[in-house]
C-alpha cells in the first residue's frame, strides 16, 4: 500500500530546539494527503508548531472547513501550541504594514483588472505569471485621487524602488544561505480589491507576530521566499529560516488540490487509515500506493516514468518497423533470386542489431520502472 519517495533532508543541519514553525491553511476546503505532509513536516522539523488559519478571504472561508482541520490534525496526532491564530481577528495590524509601505513611497494604488493585464503586450512573465506592466505606477497624485473615488483598487509594490530601498536579499533555504532577487515578481499586490491584505503581506506580517523561526511549506511557494524577505527588510521584521519540501502528486502525477476527493483526509479516515500510522510513514516520505513527491518546478517521478516508457516504447516500435521492412524487402529479394549472398548476411546482420536493439531498450524501461519503486 506504500511507496518510499525518499527526499533529502537539507535542513537536518539547522538544529529544532529552539525552532518554532507552523501549519497555516486556508479554510477553503478539506485539507488532503499534501497538507498531512506539511503539517507532519513542519512538526518534524520544529521543536513547538502553531497553527494558523489563514482566513483572510472571507468570500471563500468557511467555519466548517476550520473544524474540519482541526479535526484531521487531531486524527494524525499532531499537536500544535495555543492560542489558533486566524488572519481575521488580526487586520489591523496589516493596515499598519501598509500604511508603513505607503509612508516610504513604496505603495501606489492599482485599478487595472486582470483583463487588462492579460490584455496588455508589454507584460512579462515571472516566477508567478503575469507581471505587472506598470500601467498605474505612472499616474499622477490627482490621477489617481480622482480614479479612488470611482474605481475598486488595490495596492502594489513598486518593486523597483523598494528593491533599491532593501538592498541584497538572504536567507536560510533549505540549510544553506540563498540570495533572493524579487525584481522578477515585479510590482507584486500587496493589499487587494476584496481583502485588506494579500497573501505576501498578510503572511510576512504574521510569521513575525507568532514568533516563527522556520517556515516549513511547499515547493510551489519557494519563489515567493524573495517577496516575503523584501517586505521583512522594508517593515524592519526578522528573517526566519526556510524549508521548502516536495509536493505530494496523485496517480496523474499532477500536484493534489483539495477537489482531489480521494485524497482528503476525511476520505482516508472514513476508509479506515489509521491516522497516527499515516502521519508516521509521512515523517519518514512514505505515501500510500498511487502518491508519489516532486518539486514545484517540473513533473513528480511518476509522470517521469510515465513519459519515459512512452518514449521508449516508441523507440522500440521504430526499431521493429525498420526490421520488419528490410526483412520484407529482403525476403522478396531472396524469392526473386535477386539478392545476392553479401547483401543478404548484411541484412541478417542487420535485423539482429535490431533485435538487440529492442531488448536493451526493454531492459532499460524495466530498469527505471524498478529504480521509480525502489
Known sequence: MWHDRRVRNPASGIGTAKMLTRFAPSPSGPLHLGHAYSAV?????????????????????????????LADLAWLGLEWEPPLWRQSKHLAAYAAALDRLMAMELAYPCFCTRADIAASMAAPHGPSGAVYPG???????????????EKPFAWRLDMARAA???????????????????????DVVIARKDAPASYHLASTVDDAAMGITLVVRGDDLRDATAVHLLLQRLLGLPTPAYHHHALVCGPDGQRLAKRDR????????????D???????????????????????????????IL????????????????????????????????????????????????WQAITILLLILIGIFAASA
Open 41 to 69: 513536516q513542519a512538526a518534524l522539523r520544529g521543536g513547538t508548531m502553531r497553527l494558523r488559519i489563514d482566513d483572510i478571504d472571507g468570500t471563500r472561508s468557511r467555519d466548517e472547513h476550520v473544524d474540519a482541520a
Open 135 to 149: 500601467t498605474c505606477r505612472a499616474l499622477s497624485a490627482q490621477q489617481r485621487a480622482a480614479q479612488m473615488q
Open 164 to 186: 533599491a530601498a532593501a538592498g541584497p536579499l538572504q536567507a536560510i533555504n533549505n540549510g544553506a544561505v540563498v540570495t533572493f532577487d524579487p525584481l522578477p515578481h515585479g
Open 262 to 273: 480521494p485524497a482528503t483526509l476525511a476520505a482516508l479516515r472514513e476508509s479506515g487509515v
Open 275 to 305: 491516522g497516527q500510522e499515516l502521519a508516521a510513514r509521512l515523517r519518514v516520505h512514505q505515501l500510500p500506493a498511487g502518491y508519489s513527491l516532486a518539486t514545484g518546478k517540473g513533473p513528480s517521478m511518476n509522470a517521469l516514468l
Open 308 to 355: 519515459g516508457v512512452v518514449i521508449a516504447a516508441g523507440l522500440v516500435l521504430v526499431a521493429l518497423a525498420r526490421g520488419l521492412f528490410h526483412f520484407t524487402q529482403s525476403h522478396q529479394a531472396e524469392m526473386d533470386g535477386t539478392l545476392k549472398e553479401n547483401q543478404l548476411m548484411q541484412n541478417r546482420m542487420m535485423m539482429a542489431r535490431v533485435k
